[in-house]
């Protein structure tokens, strides 16, 4: 993987999801796409298992920089590290390659980060206040509907070739 343009991607995508991307929601200021769990999709799908699980828990640490509750690190970085790398797995059985079931996996996936950051954050701190039905539904909609639009750039951005490359690795012949 080209890691130099991974952490620039992740550097750039971190500022518009804390900064810009509130411009975009929709009917509440907290139902907006998370730019970092269609990362967190992209590179599960298409990098190695190795680099996969490298690159979840670096989007995760990223996330945990941009969360709204500044006082807890790690929530995401466990989730976002931990079913990334899942993914990753399960993508080496399952194709993930149309866009239909890229939407899919980034719902699936946004619902279950969620659901786990909740569940991290709920056991260190008593007093957080969150939106569970923008961060568990809406959000992670919101997130499937763009999401498999923003793969070709990302590919495009990270020079993979999305028909020759399977888990890293070129095709022979």
Do not use: C
């Not at 945990?64 to 899942?86: A, C, H, K, N, Y």
């Not at 149309?98 to 786990?116: D, K, N, S």
């Not at 923008?134 to 750039?153: D, K, R, V």
């Not at 020079?159 to 022979?172: A, E, L, M, P, S």
């Amino acid at each position: 993987m080209r890691w130099f343009r991974f952490a620039a991607l992740v550097l750039v995508v971190t500022i518009l999801q804390t900064s810009l991307i509130g411009v975009i929601h929709i009917w509440q200021p907290d139902i907006k796409p998370n730019l970092l769990l269609i990362l967190l999709v992209f590179f599960a799908i298409y990098s190695g298992p190795q680099d996969a699980v490298i690159a979840s828990f670096s989007i995760g640490f990223a996330a945990d920089l941009s969360s709204p509750v500044r006082e807890l690190m790690g929530p995401q970085i466990i989730s976002f590290g931990v079913l990334g790398t899942l993914l990753s797995d399960v993508h080496g059985i399952i194709s993930i390659r149309r866009m239909p079931h890229q939407a899919i996996a980034i719902f699936v996936m946004g619902i279950l980060t969620a659901l786990l950051s909740f569940l991290l954050t709920f056991f260190r701190a008593e007093s957080v206040a969150t939106r569970l039905s923008a961060e568990l539904l809406w959000q992670p909609l919101y997130s499937a509907a763009i999401g498999p639009f923003l793969f070709l750039p990302i590919a495009w951005w990270m020079r993979i070739n999305r028909k020759g490359r399977r888990h890293g690795v070129k095709r022979r012949g």
